[in-house]
């Protein structure tokens, strides 16, 4: 059975701080790693994507990823109440029949208040 | 870009209808498609996969009879809710992946509601 656990929300953090999303995946031979943004009663919406241990930045978002300890993160820096939304850590399944699908944790609610 | 077409949004109709949803990746070609169903609060649930030309393989537990899937080409993907009934309302949402190890693109959903 694949896993991802994130860490349990919710999260609330004031605008202009950083948001820290944490995540842990068990399957040791996944590759690509996605977060994933859902607003409230909308599609997930993805915002990064890391293949390879250390840092991937793109604006205020930074990936981090590390294979030995299987552990995912997503920071967000100077975050804006529009950032207010659900977090999905994806980790793909390198396996056999179940090849290319992707396994999602819970999520984390994430409230930036102004 | 990567962007995915999702056709109605929204749909409410009588107990015992049947009702269509279809997917379009619009600028790429999509190995695999890839179907959820999504209740109030709670997690994505994969239904099945889908790849152009063969069956869906659906997740256990989903009724391949009551949950027609085709996928006639690498851009179109087809969800057929067969007879829906109440407890089949819910929020149904497509995917589509340009490959092994891509990320999944999603369209933006369909509310179903049976009455």
């Known amino acids: 059975q694949k896993e991802v656990e994130q860490n349990s929300g919710p999260l609330s953090v004031p605008e202009g701080a950083i948001a820290s999303l944490n995540c842990t995946y068990s399957d040791r031979v996944s590759q690509s790693f996605f977060w994933y943004r859902q607003y409230s009663g909308k599609s997930p919406e993805l915002i990064m994507s890391?293949?390879?241990?250390g840092d991937k930045e793109d604006g205020r978002f930074t990936a981090q990823l590390n294979k030995a300890s299987q552990y995912v993160s997503l920071l967000i820096r100077d975050s804006q109440p529009s950032d207010s939304a659900t977090y999905l850590c994806a980790v793909t399944s390198d396996r056999g029949s179940t090849l290319g699908r992707l396994y999602f944790g819970r999520g984390t609610q994430l409230t930036v208040w102004p | 870009g990567a962007v995915v077409s999702q056709h109605p949004s929204r749909v409410i109709c009588k107990s015992g209808t049947s009702v269509k949803i279809e997917c379009r990746s619009l600028d790429f070609q999509a190995t695999t498609m890839f179907w959820y169903r999504q209740f109030p609060k709670q997690s994505l649930m994969l239904m099945a996969t889908?790849?152009?030309?063969?069956?869906?393989?659906?997740e256990q537990g989903v009724e391949k009879d009551k949950f027609l899937i085709n996928h006639a080409s690498l851009t179109l993907s087809t969800l057929t809710v067969t007879s829906a009934h109440p407890e089949d309302s819910s929020f149904y949402i497509c995917s589509a992946s340009r490959g092994v190890n891509q990320p999944q693109h999603f369209g933006d959903g369909t509310r179903l509601s049976i009455l």
């Open positions: 889908s790849n152009e030309g063969s069956k869906a393989t659906y």
């Open positions: 890391i293949y390879s241990n």
